[in-house]
């Protein structure tokens, strides 16, 4: 557990006074930014497959997602840097052809034979991705799991 900086008090920081101090910011650890890990992920994953795009949008999530949370007092910039690490990892890790053919082909063959299953399934998985798996984890936390 690593508490934000704005909430530490041996820090005196002094947030902008217009952010709006979110209760559960004190039950969940900073570290790693799951923001980072989320977004330098997906522009590592078009950087893969093209370099300028891919580079113009990891500057993008630098600049416009993880700077305003340093800013504000969100993260330390261990968990940008450590979050970061994390998503390009694995988009390095799963972009190997040896481990994309262990984990890829059962589920795009899973696809081919049950597509509906397989369509609804990804359509949920997109969405938990987009919102930051935000019902899991207060599902999770009704049962004293943390996450």
């Excluded at 909430?7 to 910011?25: A, G, I, K, M, T």
């Excluded at 004190?26 to 580079?55: E, I, M, N, Q, Y």
Aim: net charge positive.
């Amino acid at each position: 557990m690593r508490l934000r900086p704005l909430l530490d008090p041996q820090l005196h920081f002094r947030p902008p006074s217009w952010l709006p101090v979110q209760s559960n910011w004190t039950s969940w650890s900073s570290f790693p930014s799951d923001h980072a890990a989320l977004f330098f992920a997906l522009a590592a994953g078009v950087w893969w497959v093209w370099r300028k795009g891919g580079t113009a949008l990891l500057f993008y999530v630098a600049a416009i997602i993880c700077l305003p949370r340093l800013y504000v007092g969100i993260h330390y910039p261990t968990d940008i840097l450590a979050g970061a690490a994390i998503g390009v990892g694995f988009v390095a890790l799963l972009s190997n052809r040896a481990v994309r053919s262990v984990f890829a082909e059962p589920i795009l063959c899973w696809g081919e034979r049950h597509p509906a299953a397989f369509y609804f399934a990804f359509s949920l998985l997109i969405f938990q991705i987009a919102t930051l798996f935000w019902d899991i984890r207060v599902a999770l936390s009704l049962f004293d799991v943390s996450v």
